[in-house]
């Protein structure tokens, strides 16, 4: 079974440019987190998706990230314009009904200079 | 809120010795406990779970027990390798409103010298 997969791996922009990251779930998980990771620090959610309606996006930096999950399959999450403490590790996880925990994908970081 | 709490590292044993890395938490209904393992570079892996109290998870060699009275799920090895050298992120998730959202600790480093 194949995991949950994101690109890019790797993103580095200067601040206030946009950027987007993109996740593709484990095949028929309805549900999708975004979280974000600091260095040093344990991940932190930023929106959860049940098929492509939004759960809960109660700690999304709202003037300034965005997330979609259109088809309730693969999502993408944005962030214009950037600023220097956004710079972490994005992860994206996925989960399905039989399950209680998240499988994860390898996570992209982004470094904004 | 739900909250997790674990141990500050870097935890740094020498190779066969055992390990303990201590987690509590604070929850509002019935959680599903878990750790985590994260590699330089990689995401998370889930390395064990437990679902209700007086469960133990175990995997790889690593346990854990769900302990509800002391709201307690310290993750132990017996005889930890240099290969154990990672991250370790203890998280809980409940099924409050019926979304199970996953909340994580600070995690914990772990360094295993030959």
């Known amino acids: 079974e194949a995991g949950v997969a994101q690109s890019p791996r790797y993103k580095i922009i200067e601040k206030r440019q946009s950027v987007a990251f993109w996740c593709n779930p484990i095949?028929?998980?309805?549900?999708l987190y975004w979280y974000q990771q600091i260095l040093g620090q344990g991940p932190k959610l930023l929106i959860q998706?049940?098929?492509?309606?939004?759960?809960?996006d109660s700690q999304l930096p709202k003037d300034r990230f965005s997330a979609e999950r259109l088809k309730g399959v693969d999502s993408t999450l944005k962030i214009q314009p950037a600023k220097l403490e956004d710079s972490a590790v994005y992860l994206c996880?996925?989960?399905?009904?039989?399950?209680?925990?998240?499988?994860f994908g390898q996570g992209t970081r982004l470094t904004v200079v | 809120g739900n909250s997790v709490t674990q141990m500050e590292g870097p935890v740094t044993l020498s190779e066969e010795a055992f390990l303990t890395i201590n987690c509590t938490y604070t929850?509002?209904?019935?959680?599903?406990l878990f750790w985590y393992v994260q590699y330089p570079g990689e995401g998370l892996q889930l390395l064990l779970k437990?679902?209700?109290?007086?469960d133990k998870g175990s995997n790889k060699g690593f346990e854990a027990t769900y302990r509800k009275e002391t709201t307690s799920f310290h993750l132990e090895k017996g005889s930890v390798q240099v290969s154990d050298s990672a991250v370790y992120f203890c998280?809980?998730?409940?099924?409050?409103?019926?979304?199970?959202?996953?909340?994580f600790g600070r995690g914990t480093s772990l360094i295993v010298h030959p």
């Open positions: 998280a809980l998730s409940d099924s409050l409103r019926g979304s199970y959202i996953p909340t």
């Open positions: 998706f049940q098929n492509n309606g939004v759960v809960d």
């Open positions: 929850a509002t209904g019935y959680p599903s």
């Open positions: 437990a679902t209700k109290a007086d």
């Open positions: 095949s028929g998980h309805a549900t």
């Open positions: 996880a996925s989960r399905g009904t039989v399950n209680t925990e998240a499988f």
